[in-house]
């Protein structure tokens, strides 16, 4: 097993959050640094603003670069939005030699035909994640290199996007000193650090409720089938509040985050909270049952949104394991019971897992898309997707500063 050293950019709606983590042979991930900042210029997952953007991510990678005592060059970066898209498609290849094993030149040369699917010529291929292989006919092979045969096909999903939104998010990066290794979607992501492989196995829906979206991703057979991301998230729910209690944003959401709760019913009808509110009286009194109304109206709104897309691409009787929760807006209080009930399936609530070093702030479903980037970049390397090493894009703060210093000498101003 190889190892290095790797870095993710997770841009959302709310937040940036850069992680640094080390991969050691037969160890599980060891998270180096964190840096978190306010997203400024960001709707929904895009840049609208690029400057503001690239400040905040260059505000986000200083933190981690000094948690971590590296310098960051290159990072995965995780991209989400309701511009994302996504289709089934097959590839097949003949292996012209009966008498050798299939090999890894076979499965790329099937995984380049796969890619070759009538898009729009505004999209690009972000991804194109093979489900499973049939080799000469036998079904769902997981690994078909050492295999015998003379016909290969790979079922793969394919995920494109936007070019233009692309090219943005990649330029507000890069104009912040960090060069894009690859994009990763945030619902790959955030699955890849929160489900279970039994899971993923007996059929599981994913919902990763952030600020501005909600990302989705159907796993059937151990497989991503469908992929989605809705325009709906947990801003919608403080927005909800504003207009329902006539307060400040802030207010809002310092209500929702900490007297907020998602079955009503559960909240005793004579509480009261203080808020600030808008008027002459700066702050007012409300029932803490009415703030939880607001918000199971939205959540329940919610889980219709993703029980639809679902039934799209799947009958949700195969979805054993059921739906399982992840991001910001996850960390609402009774958000399982409810979507339990709204959407039929069994459901809980997930964190990333499987972490060491400096993971008390990432043991969080805030942070499922930001450790899922990394943890998909790893596991794609050593998988030797990613065709070449990442390069060496964190050097030892010190060194960085004496090479620094060098360069100043070096080069006369």
Request: glycine share 10%; hydrophobic share 40%.
């Amino acid at each position: 097993m190889k190892g290095g050293v790797f870095a993710s950019i997770d841009v959302g709606t709310t937040k940036i959050c850069t992680v640094v983590g080390e991969v050691l042979p037969e160890q599980p991930l060891r998270i180096l640094g964190v840096g978190i900042a306010a997203a400024n210029g960001l709707n929904r997952g895009m840049v609208e603003n690029l400057h503001d953007a690239s400040e905040s991510i260059r505000s986000s990678v200083e933190q981690a670069e000094r948690s971590s005592g590296t310098r960051i060059l290159s990072a995965h970066v995780g991209v989400t939005g309701s511009h994302i898209s996504c289709l089934n498609n097959r590839g097949i290849v003949a292996i012209p030699d009966r008498e050798r094993p299939i090999s890894q030149d076979d499965v790329s040369r099937v995984l380049d035909g796969a890619r070759i699917v009538s898009i729009p010529t505004n999209r690009d291929i972000i991804h194109a994640v093979p489900r499973y292989y049939i080799v000469d006919g036998q079904d769902h092979v997981s690994d078909p290199i050492g295999m015998y045969g003379q016909r290969l096909d790979v079922e793969t999903h394919i995920i494109t996007g936007l070019s233009t939104v692309l090219q943005n998010l990649t330029k507000g990066v890069e104009s912040a000193g960090v060069q894009v290794e690859t994009l990763i979607l945030a619902p790959l992501a955030s699955a890849e650090a929160v489900l279970e492989t039994e899971e993923k196995r007996q059929g599981v829906v994913l919902a990763d409720i952030g600020g501005g979206v909600t990302d989705i991703a159907l796993f059937v057979d151990g497989s991503v089938y469908h992929t989605a991301v809705l325009p709906v998230g947990g801003n919608h729910l403080t927005r909800d509040l504003v207009i329902g209690l006539r307060c400040p944003y802030q207010a809002a959401e310092d209500a929702k985050t900490l007297f907020g709760h998602a079955m009503a019913s559960a909240i005793d009808a004579e509480e009261t909270v203080e808020l600030e509110a808008f008027g002459a009286e700066g702050r007012k009194s409300f029932q803490r049952r009415r703030i939880a109304e607001i918000l199971q109206a939205r959540v329940e709104e919610i889980c219709e949104m993703i029980m639809r897309e679902v039934r799209r691409a799947v009958q949700d009787d195969i979805l054993s394991a059921g739906l399982v929760l992840t991001g910001g807006t996850a960390n609402l209080i009774g958000i399982a019971s409810l979507a339990e009930q709204v959407t039929g399936l069994p459901t809980r609530v997930s964190a990333p897992r499987n972490l060491q070093g400096l993971v008390d702030v990432l043991c969080d479903p805030a942070y499922a898309a930001s450790v899922g980037v990394l943890q998909w970049a790893v596991r794609e390397f050593e998988a030797g997707a990613l065709h070449t090493r990442p390069r060496p894009f964190l050097v030892p703060g010190d060194l960085w500063q004496r090479v620094s210093r060098w360069v100043r000498v070096l080069m006369p101003e």
